[in-house]
């Protein structure tokens, strides 16, 4: 008798002999990912003297179909940390789902000090790069915010490939290209962080975010942002809509399909 | 025990011809021995307690912790062998884990109470293990609340099929103890251990069935209870260990965690009291020989 549990109610090997694998196998080679299928747009984030805020849209779209639009990108994981994940909405859950199960084993014991958004990163790091060894990545890009172990904002970020990046302002996607160039005005280097108050990090993301819908097309005005500090743990806003948006801009656009200049 | 003797005893699984199972009587010995627990299911959570009988002075104070967590909302806490207790937490959080990884929800506390009750159980059947030298008592609150499907992003389309009924009630208290012999039932309050008597005793007159006791009320009764219920064995020092599960409004919002400190205190001092109160009693002798834990 087997004293094992998980070979109880089982075929005995000594009787019937080991199960034969080769059944499992099937004729076509094992493939994975190539592309993304349903994606989110760009992740914004910028620290400040006390914290970091961030901010995605709820938009998940399907190719150019803007096919899901109340989808939480911003996905907190305590109170000192947060994930802002752009790339494959499947990915990102399944991601979602990994750091919710991380969560409850880092739970079990009540002693120490459970993670903070640098053990998180350097986590994500190690799940990312594991993955695109393996040939089978996970296609998101991801910003951790929140507060290292001494309570000091924290803000990186770790892509589908396993590469890490850090910066006093972050952005991905479609923002890497658009809106690092605006945040970097508002703090160029870790230098300058002391110098950035909540509602200045705060003003110029909502500006971002603006600019972003202006100009991205797989952007929605319905945005989250989540602000992360030592005092308010942190403070998701999920269903924001964009304000004081002025289309007047695009009179000036010439080409791109419009007509042209009569 | 008559039978002793009659070779029944020396196998697993295997009945006397009166139909006992001595394996799984002996196991039951071995709980109880073990020092005290107790579970109360109160309106509006759960709070389990454990007397650790201190066994050498050179262990810390307050380190050692014997109530376990399972997945966010359940605790555990287990008389008898402190491994074979180790074993069964281990099982429930795979449990927990593998319901998590099928249905994308935490796991109801009956179904988890079913799971380690059917996985106890067969410890009783077979001649290459022996049983579970543990009972152990499993509360938890299965959320009362709205909860989205794990790694859930969005709500979905707001109009459409939908399937659900409304205004159904779901969630609340639930506490569970699990024998060696498998068998499991849902109680109001459990006690199990060396002073389960005296604890079920002093459960029983809380009327807990009326669903009246806080959880606040609950925890200082927990700790009194632990303390009458080491009266028998006075001579050890012990130090109480306790948890609690609050609903989704209440102090722990949910999850399974310790007794903050000063409530833990402000209970032993209160328990402490009751009993000198009760001090004109007369002491009743330690039952049989002292055990080890």
Redesign the interface.
Known sequence: MNHLPQAWGRPRDDVYGPYDASYLQSSHPQTHTQQPIVTGTSVLAVKFKDGVVIAADNLASYGSLARFTDVKRLRPFNSRAIVGIGGDVSDMQYLDRLLNSLDVTENYSSEGHGLNARNLHTYLSKVMYKRRSDVNPLWNQMLVAGLDGDDKPFLSSVDLLGTTFSSPTLATGFGAHLAQPLLRKVADDESQVSDVTREKAVDAVKECMKVLFYRDARSLDKYSIAVVTKEGGVELKEDEQLENQSWAFAETIRGYGRTQEV | MTSIGTGYDLQNSVFSPDGRNFQVEYAVKAVENGGTCVGIRCKDGVVLAVEKIVTSKLLKPGAN?RI??V??NVGVVSSGLVPDGRHFVSRA?DE??SW?STY?APIPLAALAGRLGG?VQ?YTL????RPFGVTAIVGGWDSEAELGV??????GPSIGAGGKVSGTKAGGPGLYMIEPSGLYWGYYGAATGKGRQAAKAELEKLDLASGNLSLEAGVREAARIIYVAHEDSKDKDFELEMSWISSTEGPTKG?H??VPKDILEEAEKAAKKAMEGDDEEETTAAEGETMEE
Not at chain 2, 126 to 129: A, G, Q, R, T
């Open positions: 912790k376990a967590t997945d966010r959080r927990a884990s998590r994308k996985y067969a077979y001649s290459s293990v794990d790694g859930q992003v969005g709500s999850r965690q310790e």
